[in-house]
């Protein structure tokens, strides 16, 4: 008797809150605070799953998507708690550059190559760029991603061809067709990865579409596009670059506009992150770093204190 009664205080207690859940969650997306559709992705679950559970009319056992839901508003409310004063993309002497880089390769119909260290801002400004502009498609390149077909295919799915063909034929014209006349720009990162078939390919898809395109990766980049000689294959390739860009190392500079955007002030915060921004990773690192003592810091100032806590505490879990 009384694991009957301790059976149904229990799933009482489990509707009460599954309740709760729906109606905090309902009232997030009625105030226009939250987009049902972003939502569902976020917790992985179909967007009709979705609106059937905060409607009351999804006839299987709602439990897992209940506890997904409670999780998501978890972790909304110590998100809540913890503010993070991140400014977001900050447009740093190094951003600019390849800012102008990106512009002059889409307006000019050219191809550019942006190459350097990790961590000094490269691919967030590539984002920022894509954001901020029309006909701009961004892929990434890596090792299950570097032979012709899959990189072509990779494109396809940028441009939102869904239905493209998965050989290299076909597909090579059904891109070359959607881009023709789009006056667009194809941003393909960690170009590092890519043989030289692959580059070749992406120069004659740049020159007869019209487009503009910039490789951007690391050192290497360079390296795949000069074969590391200057035979009469590579050269032919090497000859079709407007544009290259070494970035090698960040810059006081980018690291003095950032202190800016996150209002830190004083020489001994600015010094410290000159010094983070300097080890391996440099901005990326100093990033991290930033949010956490943000974090810290719980909507006050971060100090050299909470910024030399934070770099302690992700230097520790290298």
């Not at 709760?20 to 992705?41: K, P, S, W, Y």
């Not at 409670?70 to 004063?85: F, G, I, K, T, V």
């Amino acid at each position: 008797m009384s694991n009957v009664h301790s059976l149904t205080a229990k799933d009482s207690k489990a509707e009460i809150r599954k309740t709760d859940v729906v109606m905090q969650i309902n009232t997030l997306i009625e105030a226009g605070r939250v987009v049902a559709a972003h939502l569902a992705q976020e917790i992985s679950v179909a967007p009709s799953t979705l609106s059937q559970v905060l409607n009351g009319q999804y006839k299987a056992n709602t439990t897992q998507v209940v506890k997904k839901l409670d999780n998501w508003l978890r972790m909304r409310e110590q998100r809540e708690a913890n503010p993070n004063l991140d400014p977001g993309f900050v447009l740093t002497p190094t951003a600019k550059m390849i800012m102008d880089d990106l512009t002059y390769a889409q307006i000019t119909e050219a191809i550019v190559v942006i190459y350097g260290a990790s961590g000094v801002g490269k691919s967030k400004t590539l984002d920022e760029y894509q954001r901020s502009n029309n006909n701009v498609w961004k892929v990434i390149a890596s090792p299950s991603r570097s032979s012709l077909t899959e990189l072509l295919y990779e494109i396809a799915m940028e441009l939102g061809m869904a239905q493209a063909p998965r050989t290299k034929g076909p597909l090579a014209r059904v891109i070359r067709q959607r881009l023709k006349g789009s006056e667009g720009l194809i941003i393909v990162d960690e170009a590092d990865h890519l043989d030289y078939p692959t580059l070749e390919e992406l120069r004659i898809l740049q020159e007869e579409t019209g487009i503009g395109m910039a490789l951007v990766g690391n050192n290497k980049v360079y390296t795949q596009l000069t074969g590391g000689r200057r035979n009469e294959d590579f050269a032919r390739l090497f000859s079709r670059i407007a544009k290259k860009r070494g970035i090698h190392k960040t810059k006081q500079a980018d690291v003095r506009a950032i202190a800016k955007a996150w209002n830190i002030q004083h020489d001994a915060e600015l010094s410290l992150m000159i010094q983070i921004s300097e080890r391996p990773g440099g901005l990326r690192l100093l990033s991290k770093t930033l949010k956490l003592a943000a974090m810290f810091a719980k909507g006050a100032a971060i100090t050299e204190a909470l910024l030399r806590t934070a770099f302690n505490e992700l230097e520790t879990n290298e």
